[in-house]
């Protein structure tokens, strides 16, 4: 057969290194190289340095498949509820920069925000031998959650309540509420609403953190002998655009407009720009989480840090204590929240 003169041959496929190559190159067993993958104990420093280097010289890289049928995989799988909340990429920051210096990389899996698909994404990261769960503020039952415990080492990352079977890391949300609370009380407001996140799928635990940060704001209501005004809606930017039009449409509106989340109250500050309304001349609008769209100098928005990128930091290495067999009993780490006051807070205007 004719081969055309303008068609130039196909190259052979690159093959992938093996382990036997590394042996080859690093001229130890490959017994010696999987000891040095697992970080095990009895290898000399001098061996470390020496397959270390064929590994970068070769490019080799471990079959994660292959790896979990041996035990390990060295993935852990993170259970994110919504791709679109920006507090979020600081938890995913600070849990892959604990796992920088560690042979772990994180995989993200989008979980929704119903019990029966964060079940689906959690049983596909069971399935696939990943060796732990980081899994951001999960609404599925206690029952359910503890038994996929028993199952795979996990921490939760906002879910407030401790558990034997998992580790835990929350943000002090009473404490937190209660700081924009008794700042906009002290700024002399008497009419400070609040719009929570009212998920209304049927079995939500109420140890939610919208949950616990409405409870917040009730109780320091309460404190300053001032009127609770909720409004149910979500934590996103449709569902506090939403909200605030109901609460700027009333005979006697509120002065303060407490927004359980940033995302939440950007969507207050667009609906307080088309009633014709100004910033905090007219009305005072607050957040929470302290994002990086908070302290945009056009936004400039008063918020709660909960320092998203430590609760990461620390869920991935409670895991890792877990994944490793180095602690038994279970955890439940709560950080304190600061106040960080910016310009879309002011004294209420005169009535």
Known sequence: MATDPEVEPALPAARRATIADVAGRANVSTAAVSKVLRNAYGVSPAMQERVRAAIAELGYRPHAAARGMRGQTYTIGVLIPDLRNPFFPELIEGI?????????????GPG?????????????MIDRRMDGLIMIAPVL?????????RTIPTVTIGRHGRSSDFDAVVDDDITGAGLIVDHLAALGHRRIAHIEHRDTTRGIPTTMPQTVRAEGYRQA??????????????????????????????????????AGADVAAIG?????????????????V?????????????????????????????????LLERVEG????????????????????????PD
């Open 96 to 108: 892959t920069d604990h796992f920088a210096g560690t042979d772990y990389q994180a995989l993200l």
């Open 112 to 124: 929704g925000s119903t019990p029966e698909s964060q079940a689906r994404i959690t049983e596909a």
């Open 141 to 149: 039952p206690r029952s359910q959650l503890e038994a996929t415990a």
């Open 221 to 258: 209501m309460q404190r300053h002998n001032l009127e609770v005004d909720v409004v149910s809606s979500t934590y996103s930017e449709q569902g506090g655009y939403t909200a605030a039009r109901d609460l700027l449409s009333r005979p006697a509106r509120p002065t303060a407009i407490f």
């Open 268 to 284: 207050v500050l667009n609906a307080v720009h088309e009633a014709g309304l100004r910033i905090p001349d007219d009305i005072s």
């Open 286 to 318: 607050a957040g929470y989480d302290n994002t990086t769209v908070a302290a945009m100098g056009p936004i400039s928005l008063t918020s709660v840090d909960q320092d998203g990128h430590l609760m990461g930091t620390n869920a991935a290495r409670l």
């Open 326 to 349: 180095k602690r038994r009993r279970s955890v439940l780490l709560s950080l304190s929240p600061t106040l960080m006051p910016r310009r879309s807070t002011a004294p209420p205007p």
